[in-house]
C-alpha cells in the first residue's frame, strides 16, 4: 500500500528539521571538521603463521608407573622399623623388623637335621664303596677259582687217559698190575682235586651275590639318605625363608608411603604396613568417548594444564590405549606418561589435561583483539591511506570467521591473512577507518603461538 498524504508530509518535516540541525552544528564548530578527532593510541603485531590445534580437554587420574602394598607373609609383633616415611629408598633396603625367636629355633632345628642327614649319607656312600670293594674281590676269587677249575679238569682228563694207556699194557702183560693200580689212584686224586674247586667256585658264587646283594642294600640306603637329606634341606629352606620374612623389604625403588604400624603393634599375614611408590614417572589415565576412537592412536601429545589459568605445564605422549570399551560410560581408557623428576606431581591426584588430535598452520590471535556486533566477530587491522597528499595510519574493521580457543587465543579460519598489523589494545574507542598512532609495537604472532 502507498504511503498515505500525512506519513508524507511527516516525513519531510523530520528531514528539513534534520537538515537543519546538521547546517547549525557545521556553522558552530568549523575547527572540529577542519582537523577530525585525535587519533587513538593503539599498539599492532604483525600476523604471522602459528600451529592451529584440534584438541579436547579432560579431568584425568594421575598413578604411579609403580606401587606396591607391602604386607608380611608372616604373623608377628613389629619390633623395629627401619624406615621413616618420605625416605627414598631401594630395592631390598629393609623397611620393618618383625620379632624372630621362634622362627630362629626352627632353623636351628633344621640345620641339625640336615647335618645328621649328611652324616647318615656319608655313612651310607662308604659302605656303598666297601660293598663295591667285596663284590671286586669275590668276582677276582670266582675268575681264579675257574681258573683252577680248569685245570682240575685237564688233570682229569690226563689221569684217566694214563689210566687207559696202563690198563692196555697190563692187560698185553707188557706192565706189571701195580702201574694200573698207581694210574687208579691218579684218577681218583685228579677227581678229588676237582670235586673241591667245583664245591670251592659254588661258595665263592654264592659269596659273590651275598656282596652283590649287600651292594644293592647299601646303596639303596645311599638314595633313602639323599632323599631325606633333600627333604631336611628344603624344610630349612623354608624356616630360612619364614626367617627372611621377619624383614619386610622394599622390593622396588620409590618413596615410603604413610606407616600407621607403631613398634609393638601385632600383625597378620595380608596386614598393610605401608605402601612404596614410583613417582619418578606417571600415567594419565584418561577416559575418551568412543566417537573419537578412530582418532586414537599412540603418540598423540596430552599437556596438562594448569587449573587455574589454563596454560601447558609440562607435556607427555599417549602410550597405551585400552583393546576395550567401558560399556557404562562408553568410552576407553588411555593412559599418557609423563616425567615427574621434580615430584610436583602425585599418584592418584585429579589433573586437567588437552589431548591434542591434530595440529596444522594457520593464524592465530588474542582473544583481546576480538570485538563482537551482533553475532559477527570483528578484528581491527592498522592501514595506511593517502589524502589530501599526506599518510595516516588508520583502524580498518575486518570481519572474521573463528575456530576454537586455544590457550588465550582464538584461532582464525578466514577474514585476514599472515602479514597484516592486527590492533591489540584501544579496540574500545575504535570504529572503522578512525585514525590511529602507534602505541607500542607488539612482537610478531610467530613468536607468539604457544597458548
Not at 197 to 222: F, I, N, Y
Not at 422 to 428: A, H, N, V, Y
Request: glycine letters at 8%; hydrophobic letters at 40%.
Amino acid at each position: 500500500m502507498p504511503p498515505s498524504l500525512n506519513s508524507r508530509h511527516y516525513l519531510l518535516g523530520t528531514a528539513l528539521v534534520l537538515t537543519a540541525l546538521t547546517t547549525g552544528c557545521r556553522g558552530k564548530d568549523p575547527a572540529a571538521t577542519a582537523s577530525g578527532p585525535p587519533p587513538v593510541a593503539v599498539t599492532i603485531q604483525a600476523i604471522g603463521s602459528g600451529t592451529l590445534q584440534e584438541s579436547s580437554e579432560f579431568v584425568g587420574t594421575l598413578e604411579a608407573k609403580e606401587r606396591v602394598n607391602l604386607r608380611p607373609q608372616i604373623a608377628g609383633r613389629v619390633e623395629r622399623i627401619l624406615a621413616r616415611q618420605g625416605d627414598v629408598v631401594t630395592a631390598g633396603m629393609p623397611i620393618l623388623q618383625l620379632r624372630p625367636e621362634r622362627n630362629q629355633a626352627s632353623v636351628q632345628a633344621a640345620v641339625s637335621g640336615v647335618d645328621a642327614q649328611r652324616a647318615t649319607l656319608a655313612n651310607s656312600t662308604a659302605g656303598v664303596k666297601a660293598a663295591e670293594a667285596e663284590v671286586a674281590r669275590r668276582s677276582a676269587d670266582i675268575q681264579r677259582l675257574q681258573a683252577e677249575l680248569r685245570s682240575r679238569n685237564a688233570d682229569v682228563k690226563l689221569a684217566q687217559v694214563n689210566y687207559s694207556r696202563a690198563q692196555t699194557l697190563v692187560a698185553e702183560g707188557a706192565s706189571a698190575r701195580q702201574s694200573l693200580d698207581e694210574r687208579t689212584q691218579q684218577i681218583n686224586a685228579a677227581t678229588a682235586a676237582r670235586d673241591a674247586a667245583t664245591q670251592s667256585l659254588e661258595v665263592a658264587r654264592k659269596d659273590l651275590a651275598a656282596a652283590q646283594a649287600q651292594l644293592a642294600g647299601t646303596r639303596a640306603t645311599v638314595q633313602q639318605s639323599q632323599s631325606q637329606l633333600q627333604r631336611t634341606q628344603a624344610e630349612l629352606a623354608v624356616q630360612v625363608e619364614d626367617l627372611n620374612y621377619n624383614r619386610v623389604v622394599a622390593p622396588i625403588v620409590g618413596i615410603v608411603g604413610d606407616i600407621p604400624t607403631r613398634v609393638g603393634d601385632y600383625v597378620n599375614v595380608g596386614d598393610t604396613l605401608t605402601s612404596i611408590i614410583q613417582n619418578d614417572e606417571l600415567d594419565l589415565r584418561i577416559s575418551v568417548p568412543i566417537a573419537r576412537q578412530a582418532q586414537l592412536r599412540s603418540g598423540l601429545t596430552v599437556e596438562l594444564l594448569d587449573p587455574n589459568s589454563g596454560k601447558r605445564l609440562r607435556a607427555g605422549r599417549l602410550t597405551f590405549i585400552a583393546p576395550q570399551v567401558n560399556t557404562q560410560e562408553q568410552s576407553i581408557l588411555t593412559k599418557a606418561r609423563f616425567p615427574n623428576r621434580d615430584q610436583q606431581l602425585r599418584d592418584g591426584q585429579f589433573v586437567r589435561a588437552r589431548l591434542i588430535w591434530n595440529q596444522r598452520p594457520g593464524i592465530l590471535v588474542p582473544t583481546v583483539a576480538v570485538s563482537r556486533v551482533g553475532a559477527q566477530d570483528f578484528v581491527y587491522v592498522a592501514e595506511t591511506e593517502s589524502k589530501d597528499g599526506k599518510s595516516r595510519q588508520v583502524a580498518r574493521q575486518k570481519p572474521v570467521k573463528l575456530g576454537t580457543t586455544q590457550g588465550q587465543q582464538y584461532q582464525v579460519i578466514s577474514g585476514i591473512k599472515s602479514g597484516d598489523q592486527l590492533i591489540t589494545s584501544g579496540i574500545q574507542s575504535l570504529t572503522d577507518g578512525a585514525a590511529i598512532q602507534l602505541a607500542q609495537m607488539g612482537e610478531k604472532q610467530a613468536s607468539r603461538q604457544t597458548p
